[in-house]
T-cell receptor
């Protein structure tokens, strides 16, 4: 089955630690996106990539980093510079002319 | 000005009524518009997409687009308790931007 997979579902981060969220898709989509969602809020764009080896900052990129070495994969690293990382993180992929499909999300908590 | 703005809600409607959701966008060059539904703790799922001016109907849902006014709306007819969710408007220009969402509660 084609789809988009995020892992892990739950992640706990200690203060000062970097963590990486995985996002893999087998839909052959060119574009991939990372969003952050806080309770009661909409989706805020962190980074997006429209093609392999290229990515752009979104609205809230500070404290985050990404890579796009393969078409199927778009991992997000939450660095220690992100002071308030507790949130629900959503990855999406999209064909150029159609809707975006979302993964199941990763819920990150600082402990 | 935010790129995508939605009526803030929350919106409470009785079962069987029409729920009306509104969205405005700032980039006049935007071409594709989507409505997603998100249940609490879950990822968004697509309800409707619309590319052309006018109305598009799919079952109990109708999307309306007016590019001149930079306005897109979603009507939910015969609202059911299962429609209780947050509805997100999304706009594609050179990226995919979402509004803050409108939470709808359908009262039985």
């Amino acid at each position: 089955d084609g789809g988009i997979t995020q892992s892990p579902k739950y992640l706990f981060r200690k203060e000062g630690q970097n963590v990486t969220l995985s996002c893999e898709q087998n839909l052959n989509h060119d574009a991939m996106y990372w969003y952050r969602q806080d309770p009661g809020q909409g989706l805020r764009l962190i980074y997006y990539s429209q093609i392999v080896n290229d990515f752009q900052k979104g609205d809230i990129a500070e404290g985050y980093s990404v890579s796009r070495e393969k078409k199927e994969s778009f991992p997000l690293t939450v660095t220690s510079a992100q002071k308030n990382p507790t949130a629900f993180y959503l990855c999406a992929s999209r064909d150029r002319t159609y809707e975006a499909f979302f993964g199941q999300g990763t819920r990150l908590t600082v402990v | 000005q935010k790129e995508v703005e939605q009526n803030s809600g929350p919106l409470s409607v009785p079962e069987g009524a029409i729920a009306s959701l509104n969205c405005t966008y700032s980039d006049r060059g935007s071409q594709s518009f989507f409505w997603y539904r998100q249940y609490s703790g879950k990822s968004p799922e697509l309800i409707m997409f619309i590319y052309s001016n006018g109305d598009k109907e799919d079952g109990r849902f109708t999307a309306q687009l007016n590019k001149a006014s930079q306005y897109v709306s979603l009507l939910i007819r015969d609202s059911q308790p299962s429609d209780s969710a947050t509805y997100l408007c999304a706009v594609v220009d050179y990226k995919l931007s979402f509004g803050a969402g409108t939470t709808v509660t359908v009262r039985a």
